[in-house]
């Protein structure tokens, strides 16, 4: 029988009062701490080399190195707004099944030939990261629905502010937090997204964090599912993981 999203809550609130290490969060009189190998390694996508040799107007690279130290987590306090969950809306698949059938073995490989794990390493790494049961989520205007073993549960999430996490490895990161309108057993009480973006945009992807414990969630470092759109394919997905 299938555990309902707050059972699973439960069991991840759990695991990250065990996690080891430090973590700052600022942002709406919040204060946590964080260990941060997923932001070192989970730069991931995101291991960007930025001295590109291209020949762009000075306006333009000013602008592209701004936007790559935001996504590498470099930032202002003040450059952080509130982002409403239009940003996300679509149809979103998981990751976790191109990990499992081999698609995704051409971005280990990459990863290792510019980093410091073996394939092999950088596989089992994604493996805890990207692992769910959520196949599926679409959103559309408030409603967030969630696909698993063939169900599906909507809910209504209303905005909650968003929270800065500090890493140990000296960047950052922004939680945008949405909580559910109407408690349900069947639904998480909180869903948090990070993509990377602190002001509103469109999402290219996304990583998600689910559960009933708005500060445990802040806690959570190993396991983020992560979403592309639907539309694309396990090679375009390929394609716009190496891009990044």
Same mark, same amino acid.
């Given at each position: 029988?299938?555990?309902?999203?707050?059972?699973?809550?439960?069991?991840?609130?759990?695991?990250?009062?065990?996690?080891?290490?430090?973590?700052?969060?600022?942002?709406? *009189?919040? %204060?946590?701490?964080?260990?941060? *190998?997923?932001?070192?390694?989970? *730069?991931?996508?995101?291991?960007?080399?930025?001295?590109? %040799?291209?020949?762009?107007?000075?306006?333009? @690279?000013?602008?592209?190195?701004? @936007?790559?130290?935001?996504?590498?987590? +470099?930032?202002?306090?003040?450059?952080?707004?509130?982002?409403?969950?239009?940003?996300?809306?679509?149809?979103? #698949?998981?990751?976790?099944?191109?990990?499992?059938?081999?698609?995704? *073995?051409?971005?280990?490989? +990459?990863?290792?030939?510019?980093?410091?794990?073996?394939?092999?390493?950088?596989?089992? $790494? !994604?493996?805890?990261? $990207?692992?769910?049961?959520?196949?599926?989520?679409?959103?559309?205007? #408030?409603?967030?629905?969630?696909?698993?073993?063939?169900? #599906?549960?909507?809910?209504?999430?209303?905005? @909650?502010? +968003?929270?800065? /996490?500090?890493?140990?490895?000296?960047?950052?990161?922004?939680?945008?937090?949405?909580?559910?309108?109407?408690?349900? %057993?069947?639904?998480?009480? !909180?869903?948090?997204?990070?993509?990377?973006?602190? !002001?509103?945009? @469109?999402?290219?992807?996304?990583?998600?964090?689910?559960?009933?414990?708005?500060?445990?969630?802040?806690?959570?470092?190993?396991?983020?599912?992560?979403? !592309?759109?639907?539309?694309?394919?396990?090679?375009?997905?390929?394609?716009?993981? /190496?891009?990044?």
């Amino acid at each position: 029988m299938l555990m309902t999203y707050r059972q699973k809550a439960s069991a991840v609130a759990l695991s990250a009062l065990l996690i080891t290490g430090v973590q700052s969060v600022q942002a709406n *009189d919040h %204060d946590h701490s964080h260990d941060h *190998d997923h932001a070192h390694d989970h *730069d991931h996508d995101h291991d960007h080399d930025h001295d590109h %040799d291209h020949d762009h107007d000075h306006d333009h @690279d000013h602008d592209h190195s701004h @936007d790559s130290d935001i996504y590498a987590g +470099y930032f202002d306090d003040e450059q952080v707004k509130a982002r409403p969950l239009s940003d996300w809306e679509g149809d979103w #698949q998981s990751v976790y099944p191109y990990l499992e059938d081999g698609t995704l *073995d051409e971005v280990f490989a +990459y990863k290792a030939s510019e980093g410091d794990k073996t394939a092999e390493e950088y596989k089992a $790494y !994604y493996e805890t990261g $990207y692992q769910t049961d959520v196949n599926r989520i679409v959103i559309d205007g #408030q409603n967030v629905t969630f696909h698993e073993d063939g169900e #599906q549960r909507t809910g209504e999430y209303q905005y @909650d502010g +968003y929270e800065i /996490l500090t890493y140990e490895a000296g960047n950052r990161g922004v939680r945008f937090i949405f909580e559910l309108e109407e408690a349900s %057993d069947d639904l998480p009480q !909180y869903i948090q997204f990070s993509d990377h973006s602190i !002001y509103p945009t @469109d999402a290219s992807h996304f990583h998600l964090y689910w559960g009933d414990g708005r500060e445990a969630l802040l806690e959570e470092v190993t396991n983020w599912p992560t979403y !592309y759109p639907s539309a694309l394919d396990g090679d375009e997905i390929v394609d716009e993981m /190496l891009a990044h």
